[in-house]
């Protein structure tokens, strides 16, 4: 799935991304050093896995979409 980092706390390596129906979803330190990313800027677009639905859905990996 593809989402649009919308913040990012580089401290606690967490923030949110706004998925392209302008939800924003979190997601934490776990799912950003999963990806392998040393930083993330407002702006840039990201690919993102989730488990779960509604309310529940979590973000478990975020990392630079590639073409």
């Known amino acids: 799935m593809q989402a649009t980092a919308y913040t ?3 401290e606690t390596r967490s923030g949110q991304v706004l998925l392209d129906d302008g939800t924003p979803v979190p997601f934490d ?3 950003f050093d999963r990806g392998g990313l040393r ?3 407002p702006g840039q677009r990201v690919r993102i896995e989730t ?3 509604g309310d529940a859905l979590r973000i478990t ?3 630079l979409q590639t073409l």
Do not use: I, N, P, W
């Open 8 to 10: 990012y706390d580089a």
């Open 29 to 31: 330190a776990s799912a």
């Open 39 to 41: 930083l993330l800027r």
């Open 51 to 53: 488990e779960g639905q």
């Open 61 to 63: 990996l975020v990392t």
